[in-house]
């Protein structure tokens, strides 16, 4: 593993909504208006004015991501990550792959430097966090390979237990 790569990987315990980076990933629903856990925190913190531009969106399809402000967050941008519903099907690592690929390129096409990602679909999603964060760090890890230009990628957990469960992984590939 190269150092620079490694380098540019945080891991962090903490409320995303209080992170200054270039944007926050909000684990969304396809609706992109709102919800409960990491979404509802990112729209109560970022104000109505986040929920009145993801009503101009349309939705996003599970996989995918759009950017949006970041309004009152200290982000100045909130990209919009819909992971799968875990099934346990070859299909929800396929999809969850594709929600942090996306987020990482839309932040690369908007010259952003700074990204911070929850666990997406390990709340009520159900996906199981070791599955999950080898997914968000090999898929973070090998875009970093490919389009270097992005600086620092933190994954903030909520809890003292999933961060454990990054930093066993992240010590495991080093």
Not at 52 to 58: A, K, L, Q, S, V
Not at 61 to 77: D, K, Q, S, V, W
Request: glycine share 10%.
């Amino acid at each position: 593993m190269k150092k620079e790569i490694l380098d540019k990987l945080e891991l962090r315990q903490g409320d995303i909504t209080r992170l200054d980076v270039d944007a926050i990933v909000n684990a969304a629903n396809t609706k992109l208006l709102g919800g409960g856990g990491v979404d509802g925190a990112i729209h109560r913190a970022a104000g109505p004015q986040l929920l009145d531009e993801c009503r101009t969106i349309g939705g996003c399809p599970t996989g995918e991501a759009r950017i949006t402000g970041g309004y009152n967050l200290l982000a100045r941008h909130v990209i919009h990550a819909v992971g799968p519903v875990y099934s346990g099907k070859p299909q929800d690592s396929r999809l969850l792959t594709g929600c942090y690929l996306n987020s990482l390129t839309l932040a690369v096409e908007n010259n952003l430097k700074s990204i911070a990602f929850p666990a997406i679909s390990c709340g009520v999603y159900g996906y199981p966090i070791k599955d999950a964060c080898k997914i968000a760090v090999d898929t973070s890890i090998d875009f970093l390979g490919r389009r270097p230009s992005l600086e620092k990628i933190i994954f903030i957990q909520f809890s003292e237990k999933d961060l454990q469960v990054y930093e066993t992984y992240l010590n495991s590939i080093v």
